[in-house]
């Protein structure tokens, strides 16, 4: 099969008018091509606002669009890192890498396309630090949190931060894992510890420090080769020579003994019989104390998802409220649903970041309210009318909740206790609006 023909030549011989009509028609079918070029049109002057509003209304499903969007939004974040733009974008860096974490940990695996694009846009954070440091301390804070107590994604290479970091942040995230060190609690929190203390003596380039923590390891031929390496690189070629030699004579390590059960374990059980919020609690209590709860929290949640899956989602949007994690309880709405109570709670938590996702919650409580027929009810739909006037103009939609109000006094302007509690609000009623002739 002979290969495509390069059509670039005969699309140099094209207008740009006839240009533009046919990237726009291919772009109206292809909606990763559409979101790259709203993204490129919004930022090429280094706004990178439309590029936060895209995050805001990305699908959270980890499904074809939310991809796209993200891939949509790393390729201008490494356009302007290309071009050396002067603006700070670290920030939007930083909350990408962090919505696609929370989006993959919804899905409770690591899907391949979303999987790679947490990795790019890791290494675009780490480049956007470097062209712009942000405060040492708070940065070496994030990789902290992100390490110890995330998902156990991403995974974080401190050399490509280090720049950014200074000494400064170096040795605060070295204070944390001396700390959990010092405690010697095995489990997660522990594995991540020496994991980042041998990175911190590797970008401090204290080549007895690395060499320490490589010989404490078991023999293995490739920790015996980075051993190699770092000897030999650090112009110390006897010793190299020395310890290859060693490490030949080397036998392989038996393998551990089983751990016994713990309370750790225990209280897997009972959440494993019954998985709800307070079970998940007295799990996270153990696993806390013993350094497991990283990988206890992703397993229980899993749990959870699916039993939201077959109906109901009120338990796990609890345990993720009291996890102190309510973006991820809202995720968890939108997508598996919940009572309408529990929307509506989350709806006030998040009104006042994200005014545009919350406005269908409060639109649906509006119509339940009317439906009640009830004096005190209208009073309440009023209130919530009034707040959502101040939603749309946050959201910079006032004249949808123009168009709404219309239709909604329309289909019940014979309501006149409801009308006259809209305009005891002060809230301006459409001019067509006229007295019903019996009160309801």
Request: charged letters at 35%.
């Amino acid at each position: 099969m002979s290969p495509p023909s390069d059509l670039r030549p005969y699309l140099r011989t094209l207008d740009a008018e006839t240009l533009a009509d046919l990237l726009h028609a291919q772009a109206e079918r292809d909606p990763e091509l559409r979101h790259s070029l709203e993204l490129r049109a919004a930022t090429q002057s280094g706004d990178v606002s439309e590029a936060h509003r895209l995050l805001d209304t990305a699908v959270t499903d980890g499904n074809v669009e939310y991809t796209a969007k993200v891939g949509a939004v790393l390729d201008t974040l490494q356009r302007m890192l290309d071009a050396g733009s002067r603006a700070d974008l670290a920030p939007l860096a930083r909350r990408t890498v962090d919505d696609i974490s929370e989006v993959l940990e919804q899905a409770g695996d690591h899907p391949g396309d979303l999987g790679e694009r947490l990795d790019r846009a890791v290494e675009l954070y780490a480049r956007a630090c470097a062209a712009r440091p942000p405060d040492p301390e708070k940065l070496a804070g994030w990789i902290v949190e992100v390490e110890f107590d995330g998902p156990g994604w991403p995974v974080i290479d401190l050399a490509d931060f280090a720049t950014a970091l200074g000494e400064r942040g170096l040795k605060l995230i070295k204070s944390v894992v001396d700390d959990v060190l010092a405690a010697n609690v095995p489990g997660h929190r522990r594995d991540v510890a020496e994991r980042l203390r041998e990175q911190l003596a590797e970008v401090r380039g204290d080549v007895d420090e690395l060499v320490a923590i490589l010989s404490a390891k078991p023999p293995r031929v490739d920790v015996s080769l980075k051993i190699v390496r770092v000897l030999r690189a650090a112009g110390r070629h006897s010793e190299a020579i020395a310890h290859a030699a060693r490490a030949l004579t080397h036998d392989k390590q038996p393998p551990a003994p089983p751990e016994p059960e713990d309370e750790t374990s225990r209280r897997r059980k009972d959440f494993d019989a019954r998985p709800d919020r307070e079970t998940f609690a007295a799990l996270r209590e153990a696993a806390q104390a013993a350094g497991k709860w990283t990988a206890q929290r992703r397993d229980a949640l899993a749990t959870l998802r699916e039993r939201a899956a077959e109906g109901g989602a009120d338990e796990l949007v609890r345990v993720l409220l009291d996890d102190g994690r309510p973006d991820e309880a809202w995720r968890a709405c939108v997508r598996f649903g919940a009572s309408p109570e529990l929307k509506l709670e989350l709806a006030e938590l998040r009104a006042a970041g994200h005014p545009a996702e919350t406005i269908p919650v409060f639109r649906e409580h509006v119509d339940e309210l009317i439906e009640r027929k009830d004096p005190q009810a209208y009073q309440e739909a009023a209130r919530r009318l009034k707040l959502l006037r101040g939603l749309h103009k946050r959201a910079e939609t006032p004249e949808e909740f123009t168009a709404y109000l219309a239709a909604l006094v329309e289909t019940h302007r014979r309501k006149s206790r409801l009308i006259t509690e809209i305009r005891t609000a002060r809230i301006a009623l459409p001019k067509a609006v006229t007295s019903p002739r019996a009160p309801r």
